[in-house]
């Protein structure tokens, strides 16, 4: 193993750095004080960053997904304004004890994300520029830049009464996701204090990894790394009248664009649906199937158990969907679902009951 | 006081981001999933980051002189490759239980830094996007965008022997104002230690403000927050073969653009008397006038002294002085001094005796 702090920061950006390629737009690449490229078209720019134990815990990420994440939620928020990505530039702050190969593997998810952008959006998204840290807390800070053409951009401001509101992608798995992984840390602690073998919850804990049992595995691999459907949005750009990255929740997200264009969504649960069903398998494994005495405060009837779903479909964020609104004279293109419609007024409603504000925020309220 | 965590996420972004000015070229600003902007000529950007205790500490430095430093260092990467600053994206990491007061400090240093780079440079440098995080530590992670023709950005590879080497801003300064803290603070302790009145090193102590005696004021300002020369780059601009921005130290960035242009890079120290000169005063306050019996450790000759000095100058980092090359048929623009010149061959000399690699590295080696 080798540590950063056995290597300077300079040799170690150039080691990982390495497995980057420069775009043919690139004019001067990372190395010098700032990077030149050629753009064509408005620039589209966007920051996020991850931080350790708030966004991100150790124990349930590694640093190749940590990268797939970071980048996966800066491209997606280019790619919600209807625009094609340019590159990265990635700052990094890490333990002084950092194993190069935990940095590298960092990278080469950042990378390999940026990449299967570039591949389904046909552009380049090289890392172009970006700084290395000392940190007590790994913290992971990435703007996304992008080009958009004069005209193009989607914003949030614009839909209109009377549009559909599409989804492209999923919501709702990042956020069962995330109770599965408490449920498991909850099951193992569990296990450790009863000393008793065989293990009875290590079968079950065997079944909740990114590999284990599919159903459940997809709904965790989406909170540790979402891959937003960045195809799907081209499809939709030349319809949309708004659009917006499911990053918060759909609710709040989707409350963002009616804020912004003056108008009402209004989401039918029947269009939720499917969305429900997919997260059904995460309710049993915390619940049970309802017959069992061991079973946790398990919502007792088939209806609360489905709005337990439906909770984490509304309010759960991180999953990268894309909302788009759009003239409801056509079916909407491959990859997107309609979800509901835009009316006047304001707010947001489900079957017509106004949704109260929820959502994710890193402060509360 | 407001706390932080009182307000949410979006209403923190609205108070803080109302000091925020967009500029002409702004199509859409800060508050959709990204910022669309107008460009002319190639797009240059960069990004750098500080983090608490690592690179500033609370004890030293207020919120809003973080903010300068912290887009003053991103502000001076863009010059420095003969660009005009476009905007600002800010990554913030920041304790739950933050003065929204120090917040709003933070925010209007980085908008006045950048305002006095806009107006130096004639152009706006509005923010346009960015993120709020929370943290047990501070994090400001910043990326600056900016514009440069094509063809005329400046980068480390162009220097030729022959040309003369310029220094715009000075260098040595923030490093000999870090020794003044670290000395301020061993001064604070020993008086708390000393249960005497009244206060021996209290007087001195007060002469260790940056609004105190005026020469060593300036020198710890230089390290709380330096403020680069912006004005100089277009005065050499269309002259320069190569620029750095000098962020890690004198012989450090100039090693850089001797390595990437393939030169050697000779400086003479007769013309950085001068800068030395100017950081005699810290050597004073630091270890007396040598007559003293209480002097610390002091160098013992005047030119010991003198050396002390130059060492600041030579490898003291975070001035954000600007060196460039170019051909030496003119004298230096107004604001730039001749340091040296480029020979052919490779590394870095003072008056013909090679330097050793020095300089501020993160991961030291």
Not at 227 to 237: E, L, N, S
Request: glycine share 10%; with cysteine.
């Amino acid at each position: 193993m080798t540590r950063l702090s056995e290597l300077g920061e300079s040799h170690v950006l150039s080691r990982i750095l390495g497995h980057n390629r420069d775009g043919a737009h690139v004019i001067v690449g990372p190395g010098d004080d700032a990077a030149v490229t050629a753009l064509s078209g408005n620039l589209v720019s966007t920051a996020d960053m991850l931080v350790e134990n708030e966004d991100f815990t150790r124990d349930w990420l590694d640093w190749h997904r940590l990268g797939i994440k970071a980048a996966a939620q800066n491209l997606a928020d280019v790619c919600a304004m209807g625009a094609v990505p340019h590159g990265l530039l990635v700052s990094l702050a890490v333990p002084d004890d950092t194993d190069i190969a935990d940095l590298e593997a960092l990278f080469t998810g950042i990378l390999a994300e940026a990449s299967r952008a570039g591949s389904e959006l046909g552009c380049e998204v090289p890392i172009v520029g970006g700084d290395l840290s000392s940190s007590g807390l790994i913290v992971v800070a990435i703007t996304a830049l992008g080009t958009v053409g004069p005209g193009a951009a989607l914003t949030r401001s614009g839909a209109r009464p009377g549009d559909a509101i599409h989804l492209a992608g999923t919501v709702g798995r990042a956020a069962a996701g995330l109770d599965l992984l408490f449920a498991r840390d909850e099951l193992r602690e569990r296990a450790l204090s009863e000393i008793t073998a065989p293990d009875p919850a290590s079968t079950v804990r065997s079944r909740l990894t990114d590999t284990g049992e599919p159903e459940l595995a997809r709904l965790i691999a989406a909170q540790l790394a979402a891959q937003p459907d960045y195809a799907a949005v081209p499809r939709m750009a030349g319809r949309a009248s708004a659009m917006i990255d499911v990053s918060d929740g759909l609710s709040t997200d989707l409350r963002r664009i009616a804020d912004a264009s003056g108008v009402h969504a209004a989401l039918e649960s029947a269009a939720l649906d499917e969305l429900v069903d997919d997260l059904m398998p995460a309710v049993r494994f915390l619940f049970g199937d309802g017959t069992d005495a061991e079973d946790r405060a398990a919502p007792g009837s088939a209806a609360a158990r489905r709005e337990f779903a439906l909770e984490w479909v509304l309010n759960g964020g991180e999953d990268h969907g894309f909302v788009a609104t759009a003239a409801p004279d056509l079916p909407p293109p491959v990859g997107w679902r309609r979800i509901g419609e835009v009316t006047a007024g304001s707010g947001l409603s489900l079957d017509g009951d106004d949704l109260p504000t929820s959502g994710f925020s890193h402060f509360g309220k």
